[in-house]
């Protein structure tokens, strides 16, 4: 009877993982951070049978899950140079939560004051219903774990919960943040020894009723340095002058979490662990402040928001001299914007703002992964070096990226080719008839 049982187990686990629930498409997306999400917008909107592939719970990367709910730049010296479906999506949550847009008409002394401040959740809500309109199968908890390529495009093997996957599609966008169905592909990939941290972001509930003085907000940060040198708190534990921010009723309180990487499940467990472990520190420690017994811990975001890891090598890896020169190439499909601005010790770094009137450009080759067809990269880890990847991996670039990656894939697929020897003319024109802007 035993004998009898596990063979019926096997069979029925081998029957599983044949029938492997095997579904085809046009286009697989991997990642629903701001490229992903992008890429398979557009590209359903431009009718083509999208499947996108999240590996977590919700839509949005960074957007949303990091606690960066301040998209930017997609307006710059005076004029809008990001435009498209996931503008409009951004515009829709804006109004629909009541918002304000800031004023682009006017070139703002800080670069950041046009991000747009938008509510994460609405915006995980409204792009859920974007692409279910466009028929674009969102499929959370899912990853791919293998790739074999095909004569006309690949086979994606996924992980699923409870059961493995298969996908053959025509073109894939590697939209991971780490180019990890490149690496699968063979496509070599960049990177420092040396990394941007990443920053959690968290939000403390004061007592509204304390309104410090300027000696009692000395007090406090002499206390903070104390015990930063009893190793009670870190020194990346306190940036963004979290100790001013106490006067607040709601403060925003952010730290570093150095050496953040999400490229792999343990370096992810683990640089999501520190940064939460940061925030416990720095309520005990604000608890044991004057005035501030009652603080508490309102809310924190499901992940730590990762600023770089691996980079793919393109065709093209654009330099910062590229980028900070605003260079066109013939193939240049989307605009960009944003200081260069590597962030490398506990306070930061002053960016370095882009000389008036530059605008850096996104060329397809640097969504090509070198030597590998039927494969596009787009958002932070496309071909760049990485000063030019400081500006080019924030969330507007991103999109932009992923709307051009969209195009070509689409394209490619209507061709019959691949993104590589696809009609760049007729890329550029569907990008325009849905609302991007193109350099000329």
Not at 50 to 57: F, Y
Not at 249 to 261: C, G, I, L, Q, T
Not at 308 to 328: F, H, L, M, N, Q
Request: hydrophobic fraction near 45%.
């Amino acid at each position: 009877m035993k004998k009898a049982f596990l063979l019926l187990f096997l069979l029925t686990t081998l029957l599983r993982s044949v029938w492997a629930a095997e579904t085809s498409c046009q286009i697989v997306v991997a990642g629903s951070g701001a490229a992903g999400l992008a890429a398979a917008l557009f590209a359903g909107e431009a009718g083509a049978d999208v499947i996108l592939l999240e590996a977590t719970h919700q839509l949005g990367g960074n957007t949303t899950s990091g606690g960066v709910n301040f998209p930017g730049i997609f307006h710059a010296w005076g004029k809008q140079i990001i435009d498209g479906p996931v503008w409009k999506l951004i515009e829709e949550c804006v109004e629909l939560d009541g918002g304000k847009m800031p004023d682009f008409s006017i070139v703002p002394d800080r670069h950041w004051k046009h991000q747009v401040r938008i509510n994460p959740a609405l915006f995980v809500l409204l792009a859920e219903e974007a692409l279910q309109k466009r028929n674009v199968k969102i499929r959370y908890y899912e990853t791919p774990t293998a790739l074999e390529p095909t004569p006309d495009g690949w086979i994606v093997r996924t992980a699923a919960m409870g059961e493995n996957r298969v996908i053959r599609c025509r073109q894939i966008i590697d939209c991971t943040g780490n180019a990890a169905l490149c690496a699968m592909a063979g496509a070599e990939r960049m990177r420092e020894e040396e990394t941007q941290p990443g920053t959690f972001n968290y939000f403390l509930t004061l007592d509204n009723e304390i309104k410090p003085t300027r000696e009692q907000l000395a007090e406090w940060r002499k206390r903070a340095e104390e015990a930063v040198r009893k190793g009670e708190l870190l020194p990346e534990d306190i940036r963004g002058n979290v100790w001013d921010a106490f006067s607040a009723e709601r403060s925003s309180s952010f730290n570093y979490v150095f050496n953040a990487d999400n490229s792999t499940a343990e370096s992810r467990t683990d640089t999501n662990l520190r940064g939460r472990a940061a925030a416990l520190r720095v309520l005990r420690f604000a608890r044991s402040l004057p005035g501030l017994e009652n603080a508490r811990l309102a809310f924190f975001p499901p992940e730590v928001g990762v600023r770089e890891t691996w980079r793919v090598r393109g065709e093209i890896v654009i330099s910062c001299a590229d980028y900070t020169s605003g260079k066109v190439w013939d193939d240049s499909l989307a605009f960009a914007y944003y200081p260069v601005d590597l962030h490398v010790n506990a306070s930061g770094v002053a960016p370095a703002q882009l000389t008036e009137g530059v605008l850096p450009t996104i060329p397809l080759r640097a969504l090509l992964p070198a030597g590998v067809e039927n494969m596009l990269a787009a958002g932070r880890c496309l071909s760049s070096d990485r000063l030019a990847n400081s500006g080019l991996r924030v969330q507007g670039a991103s999109m932009a990226g992923g709307q051009a990656a969209a195009a070509a894939a689409v394209i490619a697929v209507r061709e019959g080719t691949s993104p590589r020897k696809a009609s760049l003319q007729a890329m550029k024109t569907l990008l325009r008839e849905l609302g991007a802007i193109v350099p000329e």
